[in-house]
């Protein structure tokens, strides 16, 4: 099974308001990604936040991570119509080799 | 601006044969990750190499393989393919010892 899960699996908000999406893993991590894919295309990077960080912001965008719960959520604020994309959480393991593993990701619509 | 390319953006196969995908790296960045992504699914992880050699793999059979070249660009060879083989095929590529990596637009693969 995957080592991240998102919830929730759809969300649809309108333009203007604060959308919150959640990310649970498995195992013990260093870091944690947050990335962005419109459409089935590439996944574009937007955050990382270190195992020894609990928030981080990049512009509209605030991160937290809860070791102690194994869970981290992405906000995006003041969400506009070109926010609406496919968002996933991604960790890095080191198990019989290197691996990463994105969860199911949250499926954002930011309605115009 | 990402500067991974895959070639080629679509191919349908029939089921049995064989499928060889490319991927060009970002300049100076000597890792790169395959990734498989079903519709509606998030990306799960086939392999990476760094400097030619596979150092991590994920829950892919054998018949799922791949090079990485001197110049760092990369193939994935998929014989016998299968029906469930049908998904967008990812590359990514990241400089070693950073997290970030970034995504190549994708082979949407069709099996038929």
């Known amino acids: 099974s995957q080592q991240g899960e998102e919830d929730p699996q759809a969300l649809s908000i309108q333009e203007g308001e604060n959308a919150t999406m959640n990310c649970s893993y498995k195992?013990?991590?260093?870091?944690l990604q947050w990335y962005r894919q419109n459409s089935g295309r590439g996944l574009v990077h937007l955050i990382l936040?270190?195992?020894?960080?609990r928030e981080k912001h990049s512009g509209r965008l605030r991160v937290t991570l809860d070791t102690s719960k194994k869970s981290s959520s992405l906000l995006i604020t003041a969400s506009r119509a070109a926010d609406t994309a496919s968002y996933f959480c991604?960790?890095?393991?080191?198990?019989?080799?290197?691996?990463?593993?994105f969860g199911a990701g949250t499926r954002l619509f930011v309605k115009a | 601006e990402t500067g991974v390319t895959q070639s080629p953006t679509h191919l349908i196969k029939t089921r049995g044969q064989q499928v060889t995908l490319r991927c060009s790296s970002q300049?100076?960045?000597?890792?790169v990750s395959w990734y498989q992504q079903a519709l509606g699914q998030g990306p799960q992880f086939i392999f990476q190499?760094?400097?030619?050699?596979?150092?991590g793999r994920g829950n892919f059979p054998p018949r799922f393989s791949g090079l990485q070249f001197p110049n760092y660009s990369s193939e994935l060879n998929v014989n016998a393919l299968e029906l469930d083989d049908s998904a967008l095929y990812l590359c990514?590529?990241?400089?070693?010892?950073?997290?970030?990596?970034?995504f190549g637009q994708g082979t949407r693969l069709t099996v038929v």
């Open positions: 936040i270190r195992s020894n960080e």
């Open positions: 190499y760094y400097r030619e050699e596979e150092n």
């Open positions: 195992t013990s991590i260093n870091n």
């Open positions: 991604a960790t890095a393991l080191m198990s019989g080799g290197f691996k990463t593993i």
């Open positions: 300049s100076g960045h000597n890792t």
């Open positions: 990514a590529s990241r400089r070693s010892g950073r997290t970030e990596a970034f």
